[in-house]
């Protein structure tokens, strides 16, 4: 199974800071990644697919990129909405297995 | 797209539910399926996935042999069938369409998810 190394687990930033979302892959994922934004009461959403591309409606202050099998999830200029739980999750083969989750909580 | 569970509940030890998932807003059997859990103060786990047309059922390792996962595409339906329930399966059920496959796609909409409780 990959396994897929999120960090951190818990981040705390202003409002108007870039935070940075880390994902490492355990081997190759040919770029199947995904992120997902999760808020209490909420659906669960995709953010951001095959590494960079954004989702329809999804602000541009998310990005996405990756290095070989280290893949980052940046958001820059953090807004009140964006408290949340992120997840990355690779696609590449099964099981489709996600990380751990980063709680994003603004200050 | 709208997808909308039900079925959850609180089962014991060793029981069965059916889940359900009703789709709308797009061409149901043109797409695959999953159902993601997350059990409480943890992440989300890939629980299973459906093709289309229902020939592809790949399921993780955790379920496999108890739970099922089949599709009406005649109902616009999504299920999940679980038996041999054990404590660790209690979750918020996600019911989940992939953009196109599930492998190598991504995720693009999620239900609100069904609670189920595994208790005696």
């Known amino acids: 199974d990959i396994q897929l190394t999120q960090s951190p687990s818990f981040l705390s930033a202003s409002v108007g800071d870039r935070v940075t979302i880390t994902c490492r892959a355990s081997q190759g994922i040919n770029n199947f990644l995904a992120w997902y934004q999760l808020k209490p009461g909420q659906a669960p959403k995709v953010l951001i697919y095959v590494v960079g591309t954004l989702q329809t409606g999804v602000p541009s202050r998310f990005s996405g990129s990756a290095s070989g099998t280290e893949f980052t999830l940046t958001i820059s200029g953090l807004q009140p909405e964006d408290s949340a739980v992120y997840y990355c999750q690779q696609l590449y083969s099964y099981p489709l297995t996600f990380g751990g989750g980063t709680k994003v909580e603004i200050k | 797209a709208q997808l909308l569970e039900s079925g959850g509940g609180l089962v014991q030890p060793g029981g069965s539910l059916r889940l359900s998932c009703t789709a709308s807003g797009f061409t149901f059997n043109n797409y695959a399926m999953a159902w993601v859990r997350q059990a409480p103060g943890k992440g989300l786990e890939w629980v299973s996935s459906?093709?289309?047309?229902?020939?592809?059922?790949p399921h993780s390792d955790s379920v496999k042999g108890r739970f099922t996962i089949s599709r009406d595409n005649s109902k616009n339906t999504l299920f999940l069938h679980m038996s041999s329930l054990r404590a660790e399966d209690a979750a918020i059920y996600y019911c989940?369409?992939?953009?196109?496959?599930?492998?190598?796609?991504?995720?693009?909409?999620w239900g609100q998810g069904t609670q189920v409780t595994v208790s005696s």
């Open positions: 989940v369409k992939c953009a196109s496959t599930c492998q190598h796609q991504w995720f693009d909409s």
């Open positions: 459906i093709s289309g047309n229902a020939d592809t059922t």
